[in-house]
């Protein structure tokens, strides 16, 4: 692999077979897959200065591994997922588990049997949990609107308080609603878990954190002799879109374009922007071994900010006398900024508008989109490199 910062002099587009714009995971598995599987010479373009999309992680000046982006947690049930990115690193058997700061006191979520002791007290805690054993029977989670149904005053009260204090003040900040903007149907799929697991994916057969960084495991993939990475290069500047033929650096181009950054950024915007929100991240050192006892704790009534997260309690790794936390603060995305945009907000209005840039690049059978941006859809991880790998197959396919 090499990675260069900036385009070299005289860069021309001919001499690839494939350009991916993203270093991401859409674009990482992307340029890796056309490599080996067709032989491809691939120029990946990356307008970061980094690769690895928004899992980059890196060590801070305390010497603790942080994800620059938010934390990610690696979690799948797709064993032909798990077995590309095993290729590329091991992953630690580490288990992700949350709790929710409740007027202070600490809770697991999905809110469990340990977490009605918590917030009814041990008599009664164990009461309702035996109810709940006795109606749905033992390690199902059991959304609120199920409990609701039965008319028990009891466990209607066990669903209005998580409704309260586990979703309804936690949605309002992630998503800047009003309680009457929230859909029911959303609030009634919110789970009480009848049992004493409190992993955050107790199902998901392949999980944890990369032995050594989700960057090391991007680099083993982009490490090809077909590869070659360009970062701080916006690909918006080398491509000229038309409808039915796409130019790059002013030339027709007839290799493969894999797109992986945003499509409504791609026409400028010109029939509006895709909105989103952000989230503001404020990273902190502290002088102490550790902060909270998991690596994610949730503010689901009080403070501004979302939650802490704490990097060491999911990586593992041991750095005596410091730890290095992460509060996030959740806000609308202004696209005229440099914002991240993180979360599409997933409403019809917003889903036609994509529809319409969608259309525009239907004529171009060598561009594809594919990622979070490309597709205006949330992906996790694992979804997006499933999307890839099938992306990929088609176009070695089709050789
Ligand atoms: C806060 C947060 C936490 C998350 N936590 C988890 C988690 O715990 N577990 C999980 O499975 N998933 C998690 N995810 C989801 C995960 O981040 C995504 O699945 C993944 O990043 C999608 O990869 P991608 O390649 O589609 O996009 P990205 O990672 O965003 O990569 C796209 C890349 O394209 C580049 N790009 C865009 N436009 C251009 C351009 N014009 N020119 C050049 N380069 C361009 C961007 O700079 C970026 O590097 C989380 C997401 C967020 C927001």
């Known amino acids: 692999m090499s990675i260069a910062s900036g385009l070299p002099e005289g860069f021309n587009p001919s001499n690839y077979d494939a350009i991916v714009v993203g270093a991401g995971y859409a674009g990482a598995v992307c340029a890796r897959m056309l490599a080996e599987g067709s032989s491809f010479r691939v120029a990946v373009l990356e307008r970061r200065n980094h690769i690895a999309g928004n899992a980059y992680d890196y060590v801070d000046e305390a010497g603790v591994l942080v994800h620059k982006y938010g934390p990610h947690i690696y979690h799948t049930f797709d064993d032909r997922v798990h077995q590309f990115l095993t290729r590329f690193t091991d992953f630690t058997d580490y288990q992700h588990k949350v709790l929710a700061n409740i007027h202070g006191t600490l809770m697991p979520v999905p809110f469990n049997h340990q977490s009605l002791k918590l917030a009814f007290g041990d008599e009664k805690g164990e009461r309702l949990y035996h109810k709940l054993i006795m109606t749905f029977g033992e390690n199902k989670k ?8 039965l008319n028990d005053p009891e466990l209607s009260e066990v669903a209005d308080y998580v409704y309260e204090n586990v979703f309804l003040h936690y949605t309002m900040k992630q998503w800047g609603k009003t309680p009457d903007q929230i859909d029911p149907e959303v609030m009634g799929r919110v789970p009480v878990f009848v049992g004493d697991d409190d992993r955050y994916f107790p199902q998901a057969p392949h999980q944890g954190m990369p032995a050594v960084s989700y960057t090391d495991m991007f680099e083993h993939m982009l490490d090809h002799d077909l590869i070659s990475v360009f970062t701080d290069v916006d690909a918006r500047d080398l491509l000229d879109v038309e409808q039915t033929s796409i130019k790059v650096c002013g030339q027709a181009y007839g290799g493969e374009i894999i797109y992986t950054g945003a499509l409504d950024e791609l026409f400028n915007m010109d ?3 895709l909105p989103y929100r952000t989230l503001d991240m404020q990273f902190e050192t502290l002088d102490q071994d550790q902060f909270q006892p998991v690596g994610t704790v949730n503010y689901t009534v009080s ?6 997260t704490e990097f060491k309690n999911m990586t593992g790794q041991v750095v005596p006398g410091k730890t290095t936390i992460m509060r996030e603060y959740s806000k609308p995305y202004d696209p005229q900024s440099s914002q991240t945009p993180y979360y599409v907000i997933n409403e019809p209005q917003n889903i036609e508008l994509y529809k319409q840039y969608r259309e525009r690049v239907r004529g171009l059978i060598n561009f594809h989109v594919v990622g979070r941006l490309a597709e205006y859809r949330y992906y996790d991880m694992d979804g997006v490199v499933a999307s890839a790998l ?8 089709q050789q």
């Open 142 to 149: 059991v959304p609120i609107l199920e409990l609701r149904k």
């Open 271 to 273: 029939l509006g922007a």
């Open 303 to 308: 403070e501004d900010f979302t939650r802490i």
């Open 390 to 397: 099938e992306l990929s197959n088609k176009i070695i396919s």
